[in-house]
């Protein structure tokens, strides 16, 4: 979290405010019969939460076919690896935007923690079982160089690299228009050193990553929310740490459900809630950025990506 906006004085919830394991667990267990198949536990950074293995082991235990996965920052992912996978989690997605170690520390404002860390975490998920995939946000001239490397340092590990659009979530990453590189932009730029690019057909029409394939066997996703958007396809949900669905990434409330569970709600009864609030939705920011009248949009960290 942007310590400039989340500094010493920051009003943090207090645990009693946030969702348990137990709870979190009966939502996954409400939703199954809505067709749920996938979980990503985000954030934030999930692996600062106390015991998150428990979590992964509980959700594995409701249902073993379901894909369980992590996003992370990376820091602490050799540290848990093999007790992750273990637990029964699938894949993990690693956050990394630069590999140059002065830009890496500016953009993750750390001092802590170097792209080497994060890339020997890597390694240590994949020696553990885990599959791995990495998401790197571009922004204009802040890390347009980091796009070459870290598609070599990718390469080199054998995970695949999605590259984002840098998105207007929330209201503190200060951003425009005038940031963003597209996914077109980015792809010109690896053609100039893998070679032409070729659209690889999507197995899922709800995936949001289109992927490209380089002649030597190279693959690179990219997630175009601002310059191809895909709203229409979207179905994901997010559950925040404090018990709010939220229908959209770009939302500016979500839905309380943590009422409904510590008033003992059966899982029927929060199963319709959900469907109800789902298929009311009418989430489409992408494709209306231009015209959207949301100001006050809920924060990345808040609830994850």
């Known amino acids: 979290m942007p310590r400039e906006h989340f500094g010493p004085?920051?009003?943090?919830?207090?645990?009693?405010?946030?969702?348990?394991?137990?709870?979190?667990?009966?939502?996954?267990k409400a939703m199954l019969p809505l067709g749920l198949r996938k979980i990503r536990i985000?954030?934030?950074?999930?692996?600062?939460?106390?015991?998150?293995?428990?979590l992964v082991s509980m959700i594995r235990s409701i249902d073993p076919a379901l894909d369980l996965a992590l996003t992370t920052n990376g820091a602490l992912l050799g540290e848990h690896a093999q007790q992750l996978k273990e637990a029964g989690l699938n894949r993990?997605?690693?956050?990394?935007d630069a590999i140059d170690s002065a830009l890496f520390a500016r953009m993750a404002d750390t001092k802590h923690t170097t792209p080497e860390d994060v890339l020997e975490g890597i390694q240590v998920a994949r020696q553990a079982g885990l599959s791995v995939k990495v998401n790197a946000v571009i922004q204009k001239s802040v890390n347009e160089r980091e796009i070459e490397p870290l598609a070599e340092a990718c390469y080199h590990l054998g995970v695949p690299l999605r590259f984002i659009e840098f998105m207007d979530v929330g209201n503190t990453n200060s951003w425009n228009l005038e940031d963003v590189v597209t996914g077109a932009e980015i792809r010109s730029v690896?053609?100039?050193?893998?070679g032409k690019l070729?659209?690889?057909?999507?197995?899922?029409?709800?995936?949001?990553?289109?992927?490209?394939?380089?002649?030597?066997?190279?693959?690179?996703?990219?997630?175009?929310?601002?310059?191809?958007?895909?709203c229409g396809d979207c179905t994901r949900a997010r559950l925040s740490a404090n018990g709010s669905l939220y229908t959209c990434l770009f939302a500016s409330t979500g839905h309380d459900l943590k009422s409904m569970l510590r008033m003992d709600a059966t899982n029927d009864e929060v199963r319709q809630a959900v469907r109800s609030i789902w298929t009311k939705r009418n989430d489409r920011y992408s494709q209306d950025r231009a015209t959207s009248e949301i100001h006050d949009k809920v924060e990345m960290s808040f609830i994850g990506g």
């Open 92 to 96: 993990v997605t690693v956050s990394l």
């Open 190 to 194: 690896l053609e100039q050193r893998f």
């Open 198 to 230: 070729q659209p690889i057909e999507s197995q899922f029409k709800s995936d949001v990553a289109r992927v490209y394939e380089a002649p030597a066997g190279h693959r690179f996703g990219f997630i175009e929310s601002v310059s191809n958007p895909f």
């Open 9 to 28: 004085d920051h009003p943090f919830l207090e645990r009693s405010a946030l969702l348990s394991y137990e709870e979190i667990t009966n939502v996954v």
């Open 42 to 54: 985000t954030g934030g950074e999930p692996l600062l939460r106390r015991d998150l293995t428990r």
